[in-house]
């Protein structure tokens, strides 16, 4: 098996694509991608530092790519953003914390599952957030990356039952440095349009990142913000991202609430 040569038919357009582009292609291109040519040559750059961050992964024995044939068929995960050639017979390889084109296809997802709510008038959406950064060379010997994804996974979850959203939905991401760890809870909650943070939010430093009233172009906007991809886990040392994949592992980091489970206006 060699890598695929993707052969783009047709760009994709539409709100859930554009909330995707801009939350994960424009960070790691570093800059807004609008024209079909430019987000080919955005998905050209992409396929390229994915699979050589790929390579990387499996010469350091990452266990996800640790053998020949899962290399290779992770190389070939099929690219997001566009419809390629063979489209339906293409795999992907649900490495969802890493893979531009997995991560995006969970944006995308997000938007969808949120939007049923556009065009409502009871509601505005949300986007809120708390970041810890951790300097390795400050963390004592026991306090290790999982427990905190563990803490803030918990502290994600206890903040969105008690804001009580109409819908919600939480995130908890670990963008890699070579000296640290950024660590964010990012929240998206769909509430009253009269909504405003309550006092007891700053004692757990959640701040409001983004909010708007409930249009498709609202929605994109704070889909982006909550889900922008970690550009280090392209950028930083090949190590740095192996110890945060690890930790990661199993570990459930996603949740949404509300919009699943209740009816609209129900
Ligand atoms: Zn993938």
Redesign the pocket.
């Known amino acids: 098996m060699a890598d695929s040569a993707f052969v783009i038919r047709v760009i994709k357009h539409g709100w859930p694509a554009l909330a995707a582009r801009m939350a994960v292609m424009w960070p790691i291109v570093k800059k807004k991608v609008l024209s079909d040519t430019s987000a080919r040559q955005a998905i050209e750059t992409i396929t390229r530092l994915w699979r050589l961050r790929l390579r990387q992964l499996h010469d350091a024995n990452y266990c996800q790519v640790s053998t020949l044939q899962r290399l290779q068929y992770?190389r070939n995960?099929v690219p997001a953003f566009a419809i390629v050639e063979n489209q339906a017979g293409r795999r992907?390889?649900?490495?969802r914390t890493i893979?531009p084109?997995?991560y995006a296809r969970k944006v995308h997802n997000l938007y969808k599952a949120m939007e049923s709510y556009v065009g409502s008038d009871d509601i505005k959406f949300v986007a809120l957030t708390t970041t810890l950064v951790v300097y390795k060379r400050e963390v004592p010997g026991q306090l290790l990356l999982r427990p905190l994804l563990t803490y803030y996974s918990r502290l994600a979850s206890k903040v969105l039952k008690k804001l009580e959203p109409a819908g919600g939905a939480y995130t908890v991401v670990v963008d890699p440095r070579d000296d640290r760890w950024i660590i964010s809870d990012r929240l998206l909650v769909l509430v009253d349009p009269a909504w405003s943070a309550p006092d007891w939010l700053t004692q757990y430093q959640m701040d409001v990142l983004d909010s708007g009233e409930s249009t498709k172009q609202a929605l994109a906007k704070t889909v982006r913000k909550v889900c922008r991809y970690p550009i280090g886990m392209l950028t930083a040392s090949t190590d740095a991202v192996v110890e945060v994949l690890n930790a990661q592992r199993n570990k459930k980091l996603r949740a949404i609430v509300g919009c699943l489970r209740k009816t609209r206006r129900g």
């Open positions: 992770c995960c992907t390889c649900r490495l893979c084109w997995c």
